[in-house]
């Protein structure tokens, strides 16, 4: 059995990866409303436990849904990846489901860094790629803002770079 898990495009390129408070935030994000449920749930059966006994398997599998997510939220959050090559940009994410999106330098018309306020409490921020083509725009997430901005600014000076040769 081949357990090569590798992409077939860019395959042989060093990929960056994004920080680890991303995953960390993403858990946090779905835990704000799982928590909530659980907690529901939980009262429910303890309240009507003598009548409808059953309403303990909904906290249960509330806290089973909620581990299973918290493990897939963090190893998606390890599959993101972006590598910076001379023509092009790979952005590569999924487990399950492999993405890899090659956004060329010469296509790119701007390049934005978005930082929402619980981004902003991690000290992270989003580059999103823009181009002609909606469907070769990218995102990276979970960048640390210093990061961020240096992808942003490089990414910039190369595209009008490669615009210019055209």
């Known amino acids: ?3 090569d ?21 993403e858990v946090l994000a779905s835990l704000t409303l799982l928590v909530p449920l659980l907690v529901a749930a ?16 909904i906290w249960v599998a509330v806290l089973v849904y909620g581990i299973i997510s918290t493990i ?8 993101i990846g972006y590598a910076e090559r001379e023509d092009d940009l790979l952005v590569r994410r999924g487990i399950m489901f492999h993405r ?3 956004v060329p330098y010469g296509r790119l018309q701007f390049v934005d860094v978005d930082a929402g306020p619980i981004d902003r409490m991690f000290g992270l ?6 181009t002609a ?34």
Do not use: C
């Open 1 to 3: 059995m081949n357990r």
């Open 5 to 25: 898990l590798s992409f077939s495009i860019g395959a042989d390129v060093p990929f960056n990866r994004v920080s680890p408070k991303y995953g960390l935030k």
């Open 42 to 57: 939980l009262v429910f059966a303890i309240i009507f436990t003598s009548e409808v006994p059953w309403l303990h398997l």
């Open 72 to 79: 897939v939220i963090l190893r998606q959050a390890r599959a």
């Open 100 to 102: 890899a999106t090659v």
């Open 125 to 130: 921020a989003t580059v999103k790629l823009h």
């Open 133 to 166: 083509s909606a469907a070769t725009d990218a995102t990276i997430p979970g960048l640390p803002r210093a990061e961020a901005d240096r992808l942003r600014d490089s990414l910039a000076g190369l595209g009008q770079a490669n615009l210019a040769g055209l």
